[in-house]
């Protein structure tokens, strides 16, 4: 396989080096949604400074969502490149048993998956600007609903990463 | 209700020397972030990519290009998203030498109305796939 560094097999399998990429690519994918989905929250219901203290939901949408905005680039673009680099093992190995199997919409939903995810890239620099002024009120309603669409992307993605994953990932 | 972010004024100040305050920056990144959604959906559905991928051989081909015969698939995604990024970048970039008055005028809130819309359109694109056998 010559997208895996020689020095890297030297030590660990193939298999386990697209097994702990495969992890790593789902761990990333886990702090970008919770990023993205507090975020969201804070957006969609932001809490009063003088409400007090409140429950588990108030706690989750009280975040200071300017703070998560350089993270959630870093996140979306480190995560997306471990995707592509996963995406040939896939496009091999796991897309052409799915579409012997006659799963289509499973696949139908993955290749969504990555057509969002790229979308979602081009979308990252007026997303950072847009919570980088998060004090200029002309921005507050892109920066909302763009905030909600990066976040209703992510969770698509996430669902139909782990949806394919079931049908044929480790062990398989 | 206004949702502007009552934020400390350090995590969301932008520092005098930052992207953040630049307004060339801002209409590149708008510009951009239209550029995106409308570019990749037509290299999508019109099948433009950069380049092709062959993962079984790892070979590229400038522009589309077919699987070879028992040599594996070919992938056009790669391609597709190079498109994008740089057509989008070359878009962003003559917009930052458009008058401010001008760029000023673009409504922020497609930025992320045009993604939505992209949506339903790759949708469809993706038909065959929404069968039942």
Sequence with gaps: MGLIPDFILDVITVNTFWSILFICHALLAVALLGALSHQAMSVLMPVRVAAGPGGF?????????????TAVCVLWIITFFFGAWIYTKYRMYVRIPIEQEGFWKTQGVFELKEHLASIGLGLLPIYWYLWKNARDPQYDSPRKWLTVTLAGFCWFMFLTGHIVNNVRGFGS | MST????????????????????????????????????????????????????????LDLGWSAAVRDQGPAMHWYGWTATMLIGSAILGGIATMLPENVTKRIPLSLVWILPLAAVPVLIYALRFFWRWE
């Design chain 1, 57 to 69: 939901v108030t706690r989750f949408r009280a975040v200071q969502g300017a703070g998560y905005a």
């Design chain 2, 4 to 59: 502007t972010t009552q934020t400390p004024a350090a995590a969301s100040k932008p520092s005098a020397s930052s992207l953040a305050q630049s307004a060339t920056f801002r209409t590149f990144a708008t510009v951009f972030a239209l550029a995106a959604p409308i570019i990749y959906v037509i290299c999508e559905m019109r099948n433009w990519p950069l380049f092709t991928y062959h993962p079984g051989t790892n070979r």
